[in-house]
């Protein structure tokens, strides 16, 4: 892990966060956190800067390359045929520069025209900048694409996706300690932003690792994202009938809590280096921290959204036929060079050390569906051997 070297920040952010710590007398992690990325003028997800892909401060799986929104579509198609191949809604909250929603929109248009026919893709964004930039993105595809808020979607039969949308929720900070549970609050001494443990904020944070029967070991410190449980009720809400698919790097609790994770996994990004120092480059870097799906599906099943697939990202993609579509592009690349970039770029999306196919996760939830037996089900050894690779 490096450090960034180039120091930057957002003055007028460090102030307010600074005004809100003297009035409240510290302020909790969640609240800092909140600030950082989501500060209506100077947060870091609100600022004009493109934060995604090479000029930004990294990448996610759709900026990688188009096959994975390509395979996604897959997906969202026989979603559409078990839904009885009527009018049909993907909402996408979170949707960045729109890569995934490009690459779902062409690669339906092509090889599901029907189902493009039928489609409404609607983006959940709340960056004007981000909605300006994915607009021109999405040129080709605007009568498909509208924008609007979650509550807009009341009432959708369809899919709701999101990638790498639950790690940016600001998260409680927890430590255990003499078996006592504490929280962290950013405090100001001697002019610096530091850190003070309280008794927690909210009786919902106890509440919360109670229910999971999960929580820090003694000494460790670990994060709780009591958002995601009300992201979850208010998407069961809205959703008629359909699909929720959420795509983000995790672990069940057992793991996410496990001992050995002593400092829990709260990460930042900046300028395609990662740090463990959320006080830098204020409101310049984000601030992320794992899923705990356990939670999700625990929050979900509460609400009546049933799991349909939860395994990590490398198994989903290659029940959507990872292997066979890696051949096929690569059979169109005459360049063995570039044919060799671009096995290196696709594997990206499924090795499991350094790269996204483990770490990665992918919940599937159905809602008045029954149990269909998804695309993305298909075990490895079921899956046929393309006939390239004899
Ligand atoms: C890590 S980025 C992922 C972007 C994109 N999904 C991708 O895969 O490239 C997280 C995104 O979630 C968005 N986000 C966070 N909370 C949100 C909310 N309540 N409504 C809409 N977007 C939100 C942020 O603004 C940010 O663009």
New binding site residues.
């Given amino acids: 892990m490096s450090s960034s070297a180039v120091s930057e920040s957002t003055p007028e952010l460090e102030a307010f966060i600074r005004r809100r710590i003297g009035e409240a007398g510290g302020i909790t992690f969640a609240e800092y956190m909140e600030h950082c ?2 500060h209506p003028e100077y947060g870091y ?2 600022s004009p800067r493109v ?3 090479k000029p930004g401060d ?6 990688v390359h188009s096959l994975f929104g390509r395979l996604l579509a897959r997906q969202v198609a026989e979603m559409w045929e078990l839904l009885g191949k009527k009018s049909f809604t993907v909402a ?9 929603c490009q690459d779902i929109l062409d690669a339906l248009a092509e090889e599901a025209p029907q189902c493009y026919a039928q489609l409404r893709y609607r983006l ?4 004007p900048h ?1 909605r300006q930039r994915q607009k021109e993105r999405l040129s080709r595809h605007l009568d498909r694409v509208d924008w609007c808020a ?1 509550d807009d979607l009341a009432g959708m039969e369809g899919c709701f996706l ?4 639950v ?3 600001p998260v409680h900070l927890v430590e255990k300690l003499d078996g006592k549970l504490q929280e962290v609050f950013v405090v100001e001494q001697a002019g610096e932003l530091s850190e003070e443990l309280r008794k927690p904020s909210t009786p919902h944070i106890a509440e919360h690792l109670l229910r999971l029967g999960a929580g820090p070991y003694e000494g460790n410190r670990a994060e709780v994202n009591l ?1 995601a449980g009300n ?1 979850m009720r208010q998407v069961s809400a809205l959703m008629a009938r359909g699909f929720v698919l959420t ?1 983000d790097y995790g672990y069940p609790a057992n793991e996410l809590y496990a001992p050995f994770r002593r400092n829990g996994t709260l990460m930042c990004y900046h300028r395609h280096t990662t740090n463990e120092n959320p006080y830098q480059h204020i409101g310049c870097q ?1 601030l ?1 921290a794992h899923v705990d799906f356990t939670a999700l599906e625990q929050f979900g099943s509460a609400v009546g959204l049933e799991p349909l697939f939860f395994g990590e990202q490398y198994r989903f993609l290659m029940g959507l036929g990872f292997v066979e579509a890696l051949m096929e592009l690569q059979a169109k690349e005459r360049d063995p060079q570039k044919a060799m970039a671009l096995r290196m770029t696709l594997k990206n999306l499924i090795l499991p050390e350094g790269g996204m196919g483990e770490l990665f996760k992918v919940l599937v939830q159905g809602k008045g569906v029954g149990k269909p037996d998804l695309l993305c089900c298909r075990r490895i050894s079921d899956l046929p051997v393309p006939p390239s690779m004899f």
């Fill in positions: 990325l989501y997800y609100m934060r995604i892909g990294f990448y996610t799986s759709s900026s996408e909250q979170g949707p960045g520069e729109a890569h995934l959940v964004e709340l960056n981000n979650l999101s990638n790498e949308l790690d940016a929720m958002h992201w795509i984000d992320t």
